[in-house]
């Protein structure tokens, strides 16, 4: 899938995954990596377009299954058909990553960050693989998660950022 480090962030609704996800991009910008995300609209139903009455939109509502707009340094793409997980990873590969990290998609299995904002949230561990490290609310009672994964609590930042730059470093090597 590319060559670029691939991480997902996993967890339930409002447990700051997208805090996190800001959190990394800013440490991997001051890394000098260049990094990318893509998200999992994860709430039902389709994604609300922006453009429904400028040029791609009317294209789209044409018949085009795809559309993009360029200006300046940005490009946009609107694409109206369902793509695999694997078939979406294709479509950053071309654009020369250091790190892409994935929020949700919790049914795949890469690399992950799992983040637990309750005790309930522990059964996220029960259906996944290839934790990285797991990051706590301080709701979160610590003999509920099993010892095998790094724990850092939520106002650890420092330190799990710390410990996924240096995995990252090891992915490189």
């Known amino acids: 899938m590319g060559s670029s480090i691939k991480i997902q962030i996993v967890g339930y609704k409002n447990s700051g995954k997208t805090t996190l996800i800001a959190n990394l991009l800013q440490a991997a910008a001051i890394e000098g990596?260049?990094?990318g995300t893509l998200k999992h609209h994860g709430h039902g139903g389709r994604i609300a377009f922006q453009d429904e009455n400028r040029d791609t939109g009317i294209h789209r509502s044409a018949g085009a299954v795809?559309?993009?707009?360029?200006?300046?340094?940005?490009?946009?793409?609107?694409l109206d058909q369902p793509l695999s997980f694997s078939g979406?990873?294709?479509?950053?590969?071309?654009?020369?990553?250091?790190?892409?990290?994935i929020e949700g998609f919790k049914e795949e299995q890469l690399p992950r960050v799992v983040l637990l904002k309750q005790d309930e949230d522990v059964e996220l561990l029960d259906c996944s693989t290839h934790v990285l490290l797991v990051i706590t609310w301080p709701s979160v009672s610590a003999e509920l998660i099993p010892q095998v994964y790094p724990v850092y609590r939520l106002n650890e930042q420092e330190r799990y950022i710390d410990f996924l730059k240096d995995w990252m470093k090891g992915m490189n090597t």
């Open 33 to 35: 990596l260049r990094a």
């Open 66 to 78: 795809v559309s993009g707009v360029q200006g300046e340094d940005t490009f946009q793409l609107c």
């Open 88 to 101: 979406l990873i294709r479509l950053y590969e071309p654009l020369d990553l250091d790190l892409l990290l």
